[in-house]
């Protein structure tokens, strides 16, 4: 973890509410795919913990949602303008896997991690299929941008507004031997119990201070308690007890 | 001895900066980035008799200058603690740490007290009696002026290291609390806990916190601290320990002159976790503008 400055250099929308978002400076923390960062914004008092969608050199890439005050906020922000952010938090995803065919499963904003990953793991060699859900076709983003990686790119819509009518757990090919997915608690459940192979999931809980220390975002796993900012946000299927 | 340097309860601190329970892990973590000798001490996450996972999520629900938890005292277990935390905390940390205990029944917290005691780290007990008695009908130990001094009594009977009591605020006397743990033969206060606080979701018209209410602390609260630290120290004669949304130097030395001989951190190092180090290190420079040669000298010199 690392406490820096970053100054803004684009921030626009993607969708009517999903905007994506571009600041650089010192990235030297951050070390996985998967991992987020936590914005001060003024005026809010915790942190805004959004997840990284990409690294290059200086510049991060950012693309979140406009859910309430502080993403509102985000919204505003001008290029020019600097955040104090906490970066390299989390575990991330853990890309050095035995897998040469390997599924990418992300629901809404929980596409945008999967974006680094993509990369990590087509710059491993391997094939990669992503599967990205949506609602509806207007909410649809990125699907270019992972086609340009390299990866086989299935998009699905609940309403078949675009690509596949249903969830991404319609879209599962056939043969493949390794799973990352990152999305609403209901999907990751869907994900848990349509895959036949190991993988991994990113959640998402509400923080206090994102970096480990005051246990506001615990949870039961099967190899004990584990803190979502620190120990995860990344959790491995083998390890994940569900709630009732 | 340097300027910065207080005493309590006869063990000297380098500085008045203590990062309060609950936020600051068993300090080890902090350790990651930068070196946490730099604090006077510092509290260690509350630890139970036995382990507990605490409440459900969530426990985090944002306030105007401030937030609430209700993390449920979430513990490895004493045993743990001593055989796990500390010996890693001794890695990078060459003070006496206090340590922070919680407890449900009286025989609880002088259980977990006892064990604690024979450890040479800590260097004080910091007795949270603001959890709820379990044989008490569930009221908290910390309302009730009676109930308080038994886990003092409880606690003193089996340690000879420094007891200090951490005083909730949520009771209509506070001074009546502080003066009954005194006469129970407390060694220092530490106030305050949280504000018992809630938050409830317009959309779903929920409570935001799964616990419903939870404990209210940041900025937003240092005013009452001022106020209850100014009550308590100028009713007991054992030193206190002042907290409650402290989140800079200048606010180390109001609550210095409120009454406090030494200042907890909390909610500022789960916004910023350079808060503590911070803090220390814009003391001197805070100083000279207010014209204090030592800190010791500003303990309750409110006029």
Redesign the interface.
């Known amino acids: 973890m690392k406490q820096v400055i970053l100054t803004v250099t684009d921030n626009r929308p993607l969708t009517k509410d999903v905007f994506l978002m571009r600041l650089t400076g010192d990235m030297s923390a951050v070390t996985a795919p998967g991992q987020f960062v936590n914005l001060k914004l003024d005026g809010l008092f915790l942190r805004r913990p959004i997840s990284v969608c990409d690294v290059q050199d200086d510049t991060l890439t950012l693309i979140y949602k406009v859910v309430g005050k502080g993403t509102a906020q985000m919204a505003a922000l001008r290029p020019g303008e600097t955040l104090n952010v906490l970066t390299g938090l989390g575990n991330g995803y853990d890309a050095d896997i035995p897998a040469n065919d390997v599924v990418l499963l992300g629901g809404g904003v929980g596409v945008p991690p999967l974006y680094l990953l993509c990369k990590t793991l087509l710059g491993q060699g391997k094939h990669v299929h992503v599967i990205l859900g949506f609602n509806t076709k207007d909410e649809l983003f990125f699907e270019n941008e992972f086609r340009m990686l390299g990866a086989d790119v299935t998009v699905t819509t609940v309403d078949g507004s675009y690509g596949v009518r249903g969830f991404v757990t319609d879209a599962l090919p056939d043969r493949y031997d390794y799973f990352y997915s990152c999305g609403p608690e209901p999907m990751l459940r869907a994900v848990y119990r349509a895959t036949n192979t190991s993988g991994q999931f990113s959640f998402e809980e509400r923080m206090g201070c994102g970096f480990g220390a005051c246990m506001g975002c615990s949870c039961k796993t099967v190899t004990g308690y584990k803190r979502i900012c620190k120990d995860g946000p990344v959790l491995k299927k083998e390890e994940i007890l569900w709630d009732a | 001895m340097g300027r910065l340097s207080v005493n309590l309860c006869g063990v000297g601190l380098d500085n008045p900066v203590i990062p309060a329970s609950?936020?600051?892990?068993y300090g080890y973590?902090?350790a990651?980035?930068y070196d946490i000798n730099c604090l006077g001490t510092f509290s260690f996450?509350g630890t139970t008799l036995h382990p507990r996972?605490?409440n459900?999520?969530?426990?985090?629900?944002?306030?105007?200058?401030?937030?609430i938890?209700a993390?449920g005292l979430?513990n490895p277990g004493v045993d743990k603690v001593i055989a796990e935390e500390l010996p890693k905390l001794a890695q990078c940390f060459h003070k006496p740490v206090m340590a922070n205990v919680s407890g449900f029944s009286v025989e609880e917290y002088a259980e977990t007290c006892a064990k604690l005691d024979k450890e040479p780290q800590v260097g004080w007990l910091e007795v949270n009696v603001s959890c709820p008695n379990v044989h008490g009908g569930g009221m908290s130990f910390g309302v009730d002026p009676d109930a308080a001094a038994s886990v003092v009594r409880a606690v003193k009977a089996v340690t000879t290291k420094p007891v200090i009591v951490k005083l909730s605020p949520n009771v209509t006397d506070i001074v009546s609390i502080a003066k009954a743990c005194e006469a129970a033969g407390a060694d220092g206060l530490s106030l305050i806990n949280t504000l018992l606080g809630m938050r409830i979701d317009l959309k779903t018209r929920r409570p935001v916190i799964a616990n419903t209410m939870g404990g209210f602390s940041?900025p937003a609260v240092f005013p009452v601290a001022v106020r209850m630290v100014y009550q308590v120290a100028h009713a007991v004669r054992i030193p206190v320990v002042g907290m409650g949304g402290v989140s800079t130097a200048e606010d180390v030395l109001e609550l210095m002159l409120a009454g406090a001989a030494a200042v907890e951190v909390g909610t500022a190092?789960?916004?910023?976790?350079?808060a503590s180090k911070n803090i220390v290190d814009a003391l001197p420079a805070v100083m000279d503008r207010y014209g204090i040669e030592r800190l010791s000298d500003i303990i309750k010199g409110v006029k």
Do not use: S, W
């Not at chain 2, 609950?22 to 892990?25: D, L, N, Q």
């Not at chain 2, 459900?56 to 937030?67: F, N, W």
């Open positions: 609950g936020t600051f892990g973590e902090f990651e980035y996450k996972f605490g459900p999520t969530p426990r985090i629900a944002e306030c105007t200058a401030g937030m938890n993390v979430q940041g190092n789960l916004i910023d976790p350079f």
